[in-house]
């Protein structure tokens, strides 16, 4: 204690700052590691609730308009990927999913096959500290349902059928096909999915979908 | 809440206009307030009789880079959203050697030369009046030297990877260079004391 | 009479000494830097980015070359990324708010110490002409050398410092060479 206090100004905050150095050494990474810490309480306590999730109809609008304040993600294998899936989509498997370069400022929207992978990466990312994670609801399966393959159900109103033909401009958009109620069975169920083109704009990483902006001299 | 507040859109950018200014006046205060307003105690640097700049810029480099570091462990401040400069190594090598005659030669650099502006030196301003031309003379010679100097990029890199140290090591390490820095800063102006600007007044 | 001429000699003294306060001595150089690093600091939780000076200088340059010759100003690429797309004032930018801030900053610090004043600052052995003219030259060779390096010293030195940008410190390295390097020639002008 008599030896801090004969220290001047100077000493004092130079043994400040070796001290904090010191500290540093042993403190570990300042970015987020792979590893997740897990509040357990906090996880249990959250799930994902109907705000979390977007309706296939809204993200078809979003896509529609052009919005581009969102990272669309899509967690199934490239297999899948390859095979089809939602313009603007970029394919991170869920295994992959703590590897990919995200940023916390961006809003996330996660979709697989269904609910179930989407939800692991959302419990996933908001252990890590992402906020603004969403979820598509029903994932390709409802995508297909509700945007490309919509049935048309017999005796309509008129109210039901005015919408209706909306849900159609939407469904050529994406290059879709209405079903009538009789239509295609179940086992004949591959239907014949829209070709995408320019796949390889769509595996560019999240970084490059942010504008760029100068803010450097 | 999650920092930096800018990047998650917690303002607008015409708030982060008056962020900018506000943000500017301190660093303007702390320029002045540590000498930097006078050409001669700046330049006094290279003569090692008075070692302001290399105080100044050091300690702050060091509570800069020991604030980003912690606030990064505890999970606050995400430092991958923080804007960083690609390198470029060849073309700001170069610059660099170019920035230092030219420190040297003016007396300033191009934030000092405002502070000391702002004070009511003509010198700074004839310094910036310079900066415009040379920046104007770069501009115009652009299409020329373009290539070189986009060259030898390696894209954004931090001295953790390129030293495969841990992050908290280099930190470590930059404490250490500082400290060792300040005390020859101090043994140098004790020897040169005679020729040092600040004790002629 | 003689105390007369004391009493008028002592006034003009006094007001000698008003025109002309002593201006109170630099802050320590340790306290100034913990303070800027603050102010750095501020800069990265609050925005995301570092401090700049040069940038603004460019915006500056830029937007004259643009008023005065736009074909000219839209076909060089150097110029473009200051003018933008042309939906914003290229004068609206965060670093030109910055360093009008800097001005202000600098201003209300001199004032505080009364170190206002309209001066040329030179060593000993140098004319005014001359010491202008070197402050030219050196702005010039500052202004090109900061356009090459992608930024300054407070850009790049400083910020890129802080966040252990390898390319800052390579910078940084660089700017004490060609300093020291260069010291011996221009001895004349500030010793």
């Known amino acids: 204690m008599n030896l801090l206090r004969k220290l001047n100004r100077k000493q004092k905050l130079a043994l400040i700052a070796f001290l904090l150095g010191l500290i540093a050494l042993f403190a570990g990474s300042p970015y987020d590691s792979n590893s997740v810490k897990i509040n357990v309480k906090e996880i249990a306590l959250s799930t994902i609730k109907d705000s979390d999730k977007i309706k296939p109809e809204i993200l078809a609008d979003w896509i529609i308009q052009g919005k581009s304040d969102f990272v669309l993600i899509d967690l199934r294998t490239p297999d899948e990927y390859e095979k089809y899936s939602l313009p603007e989509a970029e394919n991170i498997p869920l295994v992959n999913l703590t590897d990919a370069e995200l940023y916390k400022n961006q809003k996330l929207i996660l979709l697989s096959s269904d609910n179930v992978q989407s939800a692991q990466g959302w419990f996933l990312l908001k252990s890590k500290g992402f906020k603004n994670v969403y979820i598509l609801d029903g994932g390709i399966v409802g995508w297909k349902a509700n945007v490309l393959f919509p049935k048309q159900k017999p005796n309509m109103s008129k109210e039901e059928l005015a919408l209706f033909e909306k849900k159609k401009a939407v469904t050529f958009y994406f290059g879709g096909k209405v079903l009538n109620d009789s239509g295609i069975s179940e086992s004949n169920s591959e239907f014949n999915l829209p070709v995408q083109s320019s796949k390889q704009n769509k595996t560019s990483s999240a970084v490059n979908q942010k504008k760029k902006k100068r803010e450097g001299c | 809440m999650n920092a930096p507040f800018y990047k998650f859109n917690y303002f607008n950018s015409d708030i982060s206009l008056v962020v900018a200014f506000l943000i500017g006046i301190g660093f303007g205060f702390a320029l002045e307030k540590g000498g930097f307003g006078s050409a001669r105690i700046l330049a006094a640097q290279f003569y090692l009789s008075n070692m302001r700049v290399l105080k100044v810029m050091f300690s702050a480099i060091v509570t800069a880079m020991l604030g980003v570091y912690f606030l990064g462990v505890i999970g606050w401040l995400d430092l991958k959203l923080i804007y960083m400069t690609e390198t470029y190594i060849l073309p700001q090598a170069l610059g660099g050697l170019i920035l230092g005659v030219g420190f040297v030669i003016g007396g300033y650099c191009p934030g000092t030369s405002v502070v000391s502006f702002s004070t009511g030196s003509i010198d700074g301003l004839m310094y910036i009046l310079g900066a415009f031309f040379g920046i104007f003379v770069f501009g115009e010679i652009y299409p020329l030297i373009s290539n070189f100097y986009n060259s030898t990029n390696l894209g954004v890199i931090t001295l953790p990877e390129v030293l495969h140290l841990p992050y908290g090591m280099v930190v470590f390490l930059v404490v250490i260079m500082a400290l060792g820095a300040f005390l020859l800063a101090e043994l140098s102006e004790r020897k040169f004391a005679f020729r040092n600007p600040e004790n002629e007044k | ?191």
């Not at chain 3, 009364?114 to 052995?125: A, H």
């Open chain 3, 1 to 191: 009479m003689e105390s007369v001429s004391k009493i008028v000699s002592d006034l003009f003294e006094k007001d000698q000494e008003f025109v002309e306060p002593k201006p109170k001595p630099y802050s320590d150089p340790y306290l100034v830097g913990i303070g800027l690093g603050l102010v750095l600091l501020a800069a990265f939780v609050i925005m995301g980015r570092g401090l700049g000076a040069s940038g603004a200088m460019s915006s500056i340059v830029a937007y004259g070359v643009n008023s005065l010759a736009p074909e000219h100003a839209s076909s060089n690429d150097f110029y473009k990324e200051y003018i933008g797309d042309g939906t914003t004032n290229p004068l609206k930018d965060w670093l030109v708010f910055e360093v009008l801030g800097v001005l202000a900053g600098g201003f209300i610090s001199g004032t505080l110490s009364g170190r206002i004043r309209v001066r040329v600052e030179k060593g000993n052995n140098i004319s005014k002409k001359k010491r202008l003219l070197f402050a030219f030259i050196g702005g010039s060779l500052m202004g090109f050398g900061a356009k090459l390096a992608r930024g300054c010293t407070s850009g790049q030195a400083l910020t890129g410092g802080a966040l252990l940008n390898f390319g800052s410190w390579i910078f940084m390295i660089m700017i004490f060479v060609g300093g020291y390097l260069f010291a011996y020639f221009l001895r004349r002008q500030w010793l």
